[in-house]
């Protein structure tokens, strides 16, 4: 089945820093590909996403690209601030699947110390 | 944007009583909803998939008559815990698409305590 993985946090960063959240996928067919955003207390909110290789989301100063090759889809922001401090999924969105389900990772949460 | 309520966003109650949190998609047709339960540093499992006028879809492992699923209309879903125990004490959060390939919309979450 389809499942996806990313790093485990909390990642600790200081404001201004370079920030990678790696994400990997299997999927066994073109999966459309997502970055969600949850801060403390809410639901997840849309990032960024791809919906075929190659393709790259961008939002708020985040990237992620679609990387068929390497099943992967790491997001980056070149310089974090404190208010981005939340747990961010990667997720999975399968076109054969019912619903068009969606299947996470684990989340990892993201730290930034001003 | 799309955007999707749900009500209430906290409840306390005693073990065994019932609880019903609801789901509305305040700006557009849903024509499919899904049900998730987030527990502490984890990340969201889906419990059902439901769409609009038909029995809702369970996740294996989900007891379909302790967490039970309406789909009324186009705009609200309900998911009643029934007989409630601390260990159904959850983050539970809805979302919401329109047909097709539409994008999910997520709700802002209930937390419930069952004491």
């Known amino acids: 089945g389809d499942s996806v993985t990313q790093m485990e946090g909390p990642v600790t960063l200081s404001e201004e820093a370079f920030l990678t959240i790696n994400c990997t996928y299997t999927?066994?067919?073109?999966?459309?590909l997502f970055w969600y955003v949850q801060y403390p207390g809410e639901g997840l909110q849309l990032l960024l996403k791809?919906?075929?290789?190659?393709d790259k989301g961008s939002n708020k100063g985040f990237e992620a690209t679609y990387r068929k090759e390497t099943t992967s889809f790491h997001l980056e922001k070149g310089s974090v601030q404190v208010s981005d401090s939340a747990v961010y999924f990667c997720a999975l969105s399968d076109e054969g699947s019912a619903g068009n389900m969606l299947t996470f990772g684990g989340g990892t949460r993201l730290m930034v110390k001003p | 944007g799309a955007v999707v309520s749900q009500h209430p966003s906290r409840v306390i109650c005693k073990s065994g009583t019932s609880v019903k949190i609801e789901c509305r998609s305040l700006d557009f047709q849903a024509t499919t909803m899904f049900w998730y339960r987030q527990f502490p540093k984890q990340s969201l499992m889906l419990m059902a998939t439901s769409n609009e006028g038909s029995k809702a879809t369970y996740e294996q492992g989900v007891e379909k008559d302790k967490f039970l699923i309406n789909h009324a209309s186009l705009t609200l879903s309900t998911l009643t815990v029934t007989s409630a125990h601390p260990e159904d004490s959850s983050f539970y959060i809805c979302?919401?698409?329109?047909?097709?390939?539409?994008?999910?919309?997520f709700g802002p979450g209930t937390r419930l305590t069952v004491t």
């Open positions: 791809a919906t075929k290789a190659d």
């Open positions: 999927a066994t067919g073109y999966p459309s």
């Open positions: 979302s919401a698409k329109t047909g097709g390939l539409g994008e999910q919309y």
